[in-house]
T-cell receptor, first 114, second 113 residues
């Protein structure tokens, strides 16, 4: 069965600093991987997704993520965070079958120091 | 373009009262539809999903039910709300396999008092 682990519940970084949010997955085949962002009181917005090909994926808002099969990881990065990046971030893994679901991690809340 | 509508945005209901949350999708056909609940500090919990009209799969036993009376309409209901039903409810849709990702509605904040 698929599973996703986000080991950090909270992360605090200073504005302008670099960011890396960790995500590890468990899945028997090549997974479909996603990062979503949720601002307070809002729905989830897709930041980026990986299906195949280049293991470094570019997303919206200056985010990128790197798929590392050997480490079963899909970490999210941003070179310089802005105060508006403060939100909760969810990593997720999906599968091929039509009625399969996407499994979400428990989320990492990002705090930005001015 | 495809859009998803979810209402109401906020709801305060007394314990024991009924519940009906509605989600509709526009601009697509035969979507997969999902209901999630998000409680503080507990991430996203999948409650129900549907791959077609009248087809509902329940992920966890609970006080809630779901129905899909039309292709692009998904309803979350309860006959009698419990305090533990409080949370943030999100509807989502996808087309084809989950590999394309989900598109989420803006959510409903339900407070049971």
């Amino acid at each position: 069965a698929q599973s996703v682990t986000q080991p950090d519940i909270h992360i605090t970084v200073s504005e302008g600093a670099s960011l890396e949010l960790r995500c590890n997955y468990s899945y028997g085949a090549t997974p479909y991987l996603f990062w979503y962002v949720q601002s307070p009181g809002q729905g989830l917005q897709l930041l980026l997704k990986y299906f195949s090909g280049d293991t470094l994926v570019q997303g919206i808002k200056g985010f990128e993520a790197e798929f590392k099969r050997s480490q079963s990881s899909f970490n999210l990065r941003k070179p310089s965070v802005h105060w508006s990046d403060a939100a909760e971030y969810f990593c997720a893994v999906g599968a091929l079958n039509r009625d399969d679901k996407i499994i979400f991690g428990k989320g990492t809340r990002l705090h930005i120091l001015p | 373009s495809q859009t998803i509508h979810q209402w109401p945005a906020t709801l305060v209901q007394p314990v024991g009262s009924p519940l009906s949350l509605e989600c509709t999708v526009e601009g697509t056909s035969n979507p997969n539809l999902y209901w999630y609940r998000q409680a503080a500090g507990r991430g996203l919990q999948l409650l129900f999903y549907s791959v077609g009209i009248g087809q509902i799969s329940s992920e966890v036993p609970q006080n809630l039910s779901a129905s899909r009376p039309q292709d692009r309409q998904f309803i979350l209901s309860s006959k009698k709300l419990l305090l533990s039903d409080s949370g943030f409810y999100l509807c989502a849709w996808s087309v084809g396999s989950a590999s394309r990702g989900y598109t989420f509605g803006s959510g409903t904040r339900l407070t049971v008092v």
